[in-house]
């Protein structure tokens, strides 16, 4: 007990300043990009030595990372039974996370798409990453079809595939045209998605 | 006239060198992106000096923007009065080039994502470029509401960026998930949007 005192106060800083170099990462490939943002911007910024840095992430490649999984982390997790309008209800709010956080969905929507070189350092995260998305976002769409809520022709995979796409695709556009309203345009997808595939909640 | 033969021969042969060097630029930085993407990576596969390819297009940014402008002018052009129908085909089209050229699409989404960033030089070719083909995918929706053709509750514009953002969305995570029908996913979204908002054209 009588260590504590001690043993916290330097852990405390070390948790700080690793917050600290994550959010300035974050800003940082954000803009740049994984490859054009430079460890020498980020430790500069947060007024560290690049070794410094590395001390406390390892590597550029493991700091990236680390940006994107805090993002993941933040975001709400949906129970694998989870209802269609609770999918629906967590899919807006992740929308409207990015509508406060610009600078984090550039980062996200910067580096995914860098990724889709099969040797970016991202790539086999990104690709981890959709297949569990994208699983996340079917299981409720298959729910409901075993529930008899789906009409027939309805396809759970490309429906789901077509609305994580319509939320990346707003979030990018956004960001290049201030025109483009996301919630609103998410809103008339689900309108639409609902009126051609799904019957309304009986229950 | 006999003077044809002799400036022929090296303005076809300026000519083939600068189409080569598109080709090759078009891989390197859909590989690497706008940042990443070297002059010298470039030259080297061609076979030049930077020099020499900077002899064709003056700079690094200039050969950015011609590539992505070659794209642009491969894409069929649809004329103000176009339809509904004739939208939703050249929409399609775009879709079925880009699964023929997948390079290509990477390019461009790896790019329009990096110049989200107002300091990025290709920054605001992407600007414009969205407002023009924003403008293009809203016409017909414009023209089919004058016609009685829309209900009520359809918002032209919001259906529009929904559709351009589902198009990019789709063609970024098939690279990342390979189980991503983007033909397939693109249909339920045009049966989708037909089916709470457009009625049939009887005419």
Known sequence: MSAEPISRGPYAKS???????????????????GRGGSLKDIADRVGMSQAGVLHHFGSKNDLLLAVLERRDDQGRVLTPDATLEEGVEAARELLEEGNRNP?????HVT?????????????????????RVSEQFTAPLRAAA?????????DPEAIAHLVMAAMDGLQLHMLL????????????????VASKYIRPDEG
Chains 1, 2 share one sequence.
């Open 15 to 33: 948790k700080g300043q690793r917050r600290r170099i994550l959010d300035v990462a974050v800003d940082v490939f954000g803009r740049f990009g």
């Open 103 to 107: 600078g984090l969905f550039q980062l």
């Open 111 to 131: 580096l995914s798409a860098e990724a889709t070189d099969p040797a970016h350092p991202a790539h086999e995260f990104f690709v981890e990453r959709y297949a």
């Open 146 to 154: 075993r529930d008899g809520r789906l009409s027939d022709d309805a």
């Open 177 to 192: 045209n201030d025109d483009v309203d996301v919630l609103k345009s998410f809103d008339v997808l689900m309108d639409a």
